[in-house]
């Protein structure tokens, strides 16, 4: 219980951290984390993902795209426990990324800012490719790190873990 407090806790400074330091836009471990913690600790501690993130949007500033961006995030912890194995969680981390970026991108398309036709849909989604290229590679890349230091045999940091995901 101990080291999971501490994973947790990581996790949770982590997602902090990142939002605040200068990064590629959109490269971030929030999806991997938040797709992982939820699998580690299960969906109760989907809240305090959530809260680290609304905490660093309270210093770095709230947006109009809000409801979007941390309804993607609930989604993407909610169903992550779905993904049993290490196959099916690989797949699940790009479902994670690619719903993050229909999600947000579908609230960007209706908040008007490119108006409310189908060419502005499309508008909207073609100029957000670039984000979605930084998001997926990243989640993947933060993905594999967890794996390795989570999951593996060798770093089997949290073992109860690995009885409650397969």
Known sequence: MRKNLKVLIG?????????????????????????????????????????????SDFFIGFHNQLFWTWGSLFLIGYTSTFFKGLSGRSVGVVVSSSMFFILTNLGVYLSGYYGYTFDSLILCYTLAIPFYTNTIISTIMFSVF?????????????????????
């Open 11 to 55: 996790f949770f400074i982590t997602i902090m951290i990142f939002r605040y330091f200068p990064h590629l836009p959109n490269f971030t471990p929030v999806l991997a984390i938040t797709f992982y913690g939820t699998i580690i600790f299960g969906r109760n501690c989907l809240i305090y993902i959530i809260l680290a993130y609304a905490l």
């Open 146 to 166: 967890i794996e390795f230091f989570v999951f593996s045999k060798f770093f089997n940091f949290i073992p109860i873990s690995k009885n409650k995901i397969n």
